[in-house]
């Protein structure tokens, strides 16, 4: 009795087992699942105290804003805050023109009903701007997995189709792989873009109007690699 040793296809396949290699993309158009407000209050002043003061105040003014949309708002989060003294530009020494800060706070929404009234409301807050929205899909969503089926899906009948043209049949999958999936690194999946809204002068009395803002929809891309053994084609 003797050992055989093992027999290792041919990577490029051979005339009786010839490979197809081909790659299965698909493109979905979905709604967004959540809608990003980047808020940052301002306060400038002659008096140190009382910039901190307005700063403090109109900080708790937005938080306080967003909490009373309650479930809609889904996170909020404080981001980096800056205060510190002007320098005069022409003075001598450390002359100081006035005292300036400023607070950034993250807003994500999964309600859009409310989105367009927060956002009118907020500017409304004294030296207040908005960035945004920023439409996105969360990082688990379904749609996500969606389009990696239908570029399987994609994949095999472009592997078919080749198969048939030259009178032969799928046999095997051999590898399914993304694309990138040896090391190449792939880019970050981008947002789409928001606007700014800048706060009115102080001293309006009348509530701003809600802004209807219309959601974008997203585009999810799939990509994968695939090869495949089929018979011997009819040439």
């Known amino acids: 009795m003797t050992d055989e040793a093992p027999q290792t296809a ?10 197809i290699a081909v790659r299965g993309e698909a493109a979905l158009e979905v709604d967004p699942e959540t809608a990003t407000l980047t808020v940052t209050a301002s306060a400038r002043g002659k008096d140190r105290r009382s910039v901190l003061q307005d700063l403090t105040r109109r900080n708790a003014a ?4 967003a909490r009373g949309y309650g479930a809609a708002v889904e996170k909020l989060e404080s981001g980096a805050l800056s205060a510190g003294p002007e320098p ?4 001598r020494g450390e ?9 950034r706070i993250t807003m994500v929404l999964n309600d859009f009903t409310a989105l367009g009234d927060l956002t009118s409301r907020l500017t409304g807050v004294e030296l207040t701007r908005v960035d945004g929205p920023w439409w996105a899909l969360r990082p688990g969503s379904p749609a996500h997995r969606e389009a990696r089926r239908q570029a399987v899906q994609d994949a095999v009948t472009r592997a078919r189709e080749y198969a048939e043209a030259l009178g032969a049949e799928l046999s095997a999958l051999v590898e ?6 040896e090391g190449a690194r792939q880019p970050a999946p981008g947002f789409a873009a928001g606007r700014a809204f800048g706060a009115p002068a102080p001293g309006g009395a009348e509530e701003p109007p809600a802004i209807d803002l219309e959601p974008q929809r997203q585009t999810v891309h799939a990509q994968v690699n695939a090869r495949f053994t089929m018979t011997p084609p009819a040439l």
């Open 10 to 19: 041919a990577p490029y396949g051979t005339p009786a087992t010839p490979r």
């Open 62 to 65: 937005l938080l306080e804003l």
């Open 88 to 91: 005069a530009p022409h003075g």
């Open 95 to 103: 002359r100081i023109r006035a005292y300036s800060g400023h607070v």
């Open 176 to 181: 399914l792989s993304d694309p990138g999936a």
